[in-house]
């Protein structure tokens, strides 16, 4: 894995980004889950994908500010800005990808769409306000009696038996990413999501990243029985 190199053209796309720089990213064999997807995609549907991006937020820049790598994975939390509807936009996010070489096998970008596409419909489905924290928690504290991450326990409020999976990591004594595959149920029917989560030791905090819109849309599209009452 050369970290070095993939972040060389990283920073180029991000600086100004293009589908023929976003393209440049990926080996011939790699797969892409952003946001908003039902399904990751392959390389012949990037360029598709990242064009109607580009086309809806043309001013769309993404700034690496802090990455970690183990094995053959690469953890990178960006800057984001863009406009949407007249508005100009600044959110984080974190790329989880597994690289071959200097060129990313599978990649995932873990954010939250709902606060970017509130700007034009406020009425869009959101998670209650007890299962969030947009600034993230304290570390939990040393021996302390739980093992599952703060985040997890807010969105039991919505999901009462999901089950968490850590999935991967990467990090040092003061910055520390997990990928986490959440899987629960809603109305009888099974899930499942990613999350990444962004532990800073130094600063003695930590920060989930994952789409809240694709998790309140499910939970709103509960069944309705024939007498109109929920099932």
Do not use: K
């Not at 990591?169 to 809603?186: P, T």
């Amino acid at each position: 894995m050369d970290v070095d190199r993939f972040l060389e053209r990283f920073f180029r796309f991000g600086a100004a980004p293009s589908v023929a720089h976003y393209l440049d990213l990926f080996d011939p064999e790699a797969t892409l889950f952003d946001s908003g997807m039902p399904r990751p995609i392959r390389v012949p549907e990037i360029p598709e994908h990242i064009d109607g991006i580009l086309r809806l937020v043309p001013d769309f820049r993404m700034t690496p500010e802090r990455w970690r790598a183990r094995g053959t994975t690469l953890f990178v939390e960006a800057s984001n800005q863009a406009s949407l509807g007249g508005r100009p936009l600044r959110w984080h996010s974190v790329y989880c990808m597994d690289l071959a070489g200097d060129h990313v096998l599978r990649g995932r970008r873990y954010y939250d769409r709902r606060p970017l596409f509130a700007t034009l419909n406020p009425a869009l489905p959101a998670l209650p306000a007890a299962a969030l924290r947009p600034e993230g928690d304290p570390l939990p504290v040393v021996g302390g009696a739980s093992l599952r991450p703060a985040w997890a326990r807010r969105l039991e409020i919505c999901v009462p038996d999901l089950t968490v999976t850590a999935l991967g990591s990467a990090g040092d004594d003061a910055l520390r990413f997990i990928e986490w595959r959440v899987d629960g149920g809603h109305a009888g029917e099974a899930f499942s999501f990613g999350v990444a989560e962004r532990v800073d030791l130094a600063a003695g905090n930590t920060l989930a990243y994952f789409d809240t819109l694709a998790l309140a849309t499910r939970l709103a599209a509960s069944p309705v029985a024939q007498d109109g009452r929920a099932a």
